[in-house]
């Protein structure tokens, strides 16, 4: 066992001595790779899901394209007016580059995690006393909720951050596997599910109920995809878009910062 650890350890240490930009290119050319393997375990006939264990680890990702990440994705296309201005992303600017295009004027990505070389503001937004105020037109807020363990301190920071007349855009997770391992700078862990209902009135505590809007996505199908790891191109465009609202899968949330009278 010893060994075996130390071999792991030497072999992350020697992955270190490897240029960043090397790094870079090899891990692309082996998710493509992966993803290319998608013909050869293709779901078409969807009684191979008849199983105790999912057919795929990971959601589904070495062999393509998340199936919750297609209704983030929706949802924030939906509210693409409000990615102007001033915007903030939680991890990365993807999003904010993808939906907001011209009408950004300024982009930060927020993040707790020190390793994140990107980052241009480290904040726990646990700690809202320290979060800045009145700074953005709009905070991008993926798939972040659940793995915050005192999430109302979390979204009264996002709160403060807005200026009067911002916008929230969060998605949540309602139907979905345990996320397992170490997540935000190994410090956070997957704590929380969302109904439309629930998430509905954890924002309204901050925004007020009227300030707030709630989208639902998915289906049965698409429910019963994601658990088991099939992605976005073994399904059609009429199966990922059809809406079950007795099966959410995602929940998407549009709060605005009321202007002060």
Known sequence: MKIVLLARDVLRSLKYLVPKPLRALLRSQRQAAERR??????????????????????????????IDRFYIE???????ESIRGNVAEIQSDEYTRMFGQSRVTH???????????NRTISIDLTQTASAPGNAFDCIIFTQTLLLIRDYPSALRS??????????????????S????????AGEGADWWRFTARSARHVFSQVFDDSNVSVKTYGNVMTATAFLH???????TRQELEFNDPDFEVIIGAKATKQVAT
């Open 229 to 235: 790891g099939p992605v976005q191109e073994e399904l």
């Open 107 to 117: 982009s930060d990505i927020l993040d707790i995690n020190q390793g994140n070389e």
């Open 158 to 175: 996002l709160y403060k951050m807005l200026k009067p007349s911002g916008v929230l855009l969060v998605t949540v997770p309602g139907i």
């Open 37 to 66: 393997m998608l013909v050869l375990d293709r779901v078409t006939d969807w009684s191979v899901l008849r199983r105790l264990r999912p057919y795929r680890s990971e959601f589904g990702g070495r062999r393509g394209k998340y």
């Open 74 to 80: 929706a949802f924030l296309a939906s509210c693409g």
């Open 177 to 184: 596997p345990v996320v397992r391992g170490g997540l935000i």
